[in-house]
T-cell receptor, first 113, second 112 residues
Framework: SQTIHQWPATLVQPVGSPLSLECTVE??????LYWYRQAAGRGLQLLFY??????ISSEVPQNLSASRPQDRQFILSSKKLLLSDSGFYLC????????????FGQGTRLTVV | QKEVEQDPGPLSVPEGAIVSLNCTYS??????FMWYRQYSRKGPELLMY????GNKEDGRFTAQVDKSSKYISLFIRDSQPSDSATYLC????????????FGKGTLLTVNP
């Protein structure tokens, strides 16, 4: 069966510090991968999605970047965090070949102080 | 205009009540419609999805889509305290690499 791992669950970082959040998927090949951010009162916002290794599409201009170094690994990064980067970050995957659900990780709650 | 609009609530009901959660969408090209449930501090999980217009039932949950009015509904019968969560509607355009467009979510509390 497929599983998605996302860590850490909680993170407190000072303004100006770097960020690296990692997501890995098991039990499937060539998944579509996604990073969402969920801010209070603003719903789920798609940040990046990837349909293959090294292929990253950005949905929203921001202080963040994403990389997919391996088929089932998706990384969200920032060189210098801003206060506005605080939020709940969710990784998700979907099967690219059919109409199936998007499976979400458990999320990382990031607080920038 | 947001592509998917959802009343954030909060909505509080007694146990056993019928709950109606609703969304509207603006993009008439959307073809697939989903409802996700999200417990506090957890990732969303898919409850149901429907294609085009019509109803879909799964146990106590019924999803309904009316494409003519661009209206999405989720009904929960015999609501339970364990149903207390945030419910997110989402729409999807075929061929868009599964880029879901979410509503803001409705916080539901079912009181025992």
């Amino acid at each position: 069966s497929q599983t998605i791992h996302q860590w850490p669950a909680t993170l407190v970082q000072p303004v100006g510090s770097p960020l690296s959040l990692e997501c890995t998927v098991e039990g499937t090949s060539n998944p579509n991968l996604y990073w969402y951010r969920q801010a209070a009162g603003r719903g789920l916002q798609l940040l990046f999605y990837s349909v293959g290794i090294g292929q990253i599409s950005s949905e929203v201009p921001q202080n963040l970047s994403a990389s997919r170094p391996q088929d089932r690994q998706f990384i969200l990064s920032s060189k210098k965090l801003l206060l506005s980067d605080s939020g709940f970050y969710l990784c998700a995957w979907s099967d690219p070949f059919g109409i199936t659900e998007a499976f979400f990780g458990q999320g990382t709650r990031l607080t920038v102080v | 205009q947001k592509e998917v609009e959802q009343d954030p609530g909060p909505l509080s009901v007694p146990e056993g009540a019928i709950v109606s959660l609703n969304c509207t969408y603006s993009n008439s090209a959307f073809q697939y419609f989903m409802w996700y449930r999200q417990y506090s501090r957890k990732g969303p999980e898919l409850l149901m999805y429907t294609y085009s217009s019509g109803n879909k039932e799964d146990g106590r949950f019924t999803a309904q889509v009316d494409k003519s009015s661009k209206y999405i509904s989720l009904f929960i019968r015999d609501s339970q305290p364990s149903d207390s969560a945030t419910y997110l509607c989402a729409s999807y355009l075929w061929g868009s690499n599964y880029k879901l467009t979410f509503g803001k979510g409705t916080l539901l509390t079912v009181n025992p």
